[in-house]
């Protein structure tokens, strides 16, 4: 006995000119409404991005985990990192703070991140480490209300830093973006694409304010880096 065959069912083209009509304007609103979350975006960071020559004098710079390599940063992070040596070396940031993922004994993004600057010729106590920078909502949230960074130049790479800038803004954080360069590759397209989806959580994050997923009590580090430094 042969197996039963399955019909699908094609959807159907409205008939009538009016119900076309109404079918494309679906379209075309839900097209609009996909891409309100990146216009806002480009819209908060349009003025607020820089490099690293011409980027404003500020006590602060976070840098945003991007994934560990056999325990070393990956080279998304590293480029990041470099972006924060060169600002510390030429006087334009005070204190580094590093904000990744810890959520495992075997995963220290922060640990790795401080390590790598030290090598680079940032100080061990001009660093700070965030270990619960889950996500980019969650670290911008954190360097304000744990951190108690009002200022900061965000470094992260191009593809994610307006999406950085928009959401410390949103945090409380006065942000100036630092957008490394990076070779695009497949990482680089993954990143990209993986933007447009993110948009749109960033935007819901940026209305209804959520905690990150561990808020905790604050810490002095960022304060006492800075008074130590003067």
């Known amino acids: 006995m042969g197996l039963p065959r399955l019909s699908i069912r094609r959807p159907r083209l409205p008939r009538t000119r009016a119900g076309r009509r109404r079918a494309v304007q679906a379209v075309m609103l839900g097209c609009v409404l ?3 979350p990146a216009t806002w975006m480009f819209a908060v960071a349009g003025d607020r991005l820089r490099t690293t020559e011409d980027a404003p004098r500020t006590e602060v710079a976070v840098v945003f985990g991007a994934g560990l390599w056999a325990g070393e940063p990956s080279p998304y992070l590293a480029h990041r990192l470099d972006a924060a040596a060169k600002l510390y070396r030429a006087g334009r940031i005070e204190v580094v703070l590093v904000t ?27 660093i700070v480490s965030d ?3 889950f996500d980019t909502w969650d670290s911008c949230v954190r ?35 630092v957008g490394v360069d990076a070779k695009h590759d497949a990482t ?11 948009a749109g959580k960033a935007a819901l994050d940026a209305v209804f304010k959520p905690d990150p997923r561990f808020l ?15």
């Open 216 to 230: 905790g009590p604050k810490e002095p580090g960022v304060g006492e880096a800075l008074a130590a430094g003067r």
């Open 143 to 177: 360097a304000k209300k744990i951190f108690g960074v009002n200022h900061a130049v965000l470094i992260s790479q191009g593809f994610h830093i307006r999406r950085a800038v928009a959401l410390c803004q949103a945090a409380g954080v006065d942000s100036y973006g």
């Open 131 to 133: 270990y619960a920078g």
């Open 188 to 198: 680089w397209y993954y990143g990209g694409t993986r933007e447009i989806f993110a």
């Open 100 to 126: 990744g993922d810890n959520s495992r004994a075997d995963y220290d993004e922060p640990d790795a991140m401080r390590t790598y600057l030290t090598r680079h010729g940032v100080p061990d106590g001009h």
């Open 34 to 36: 996909a891409l309100l």
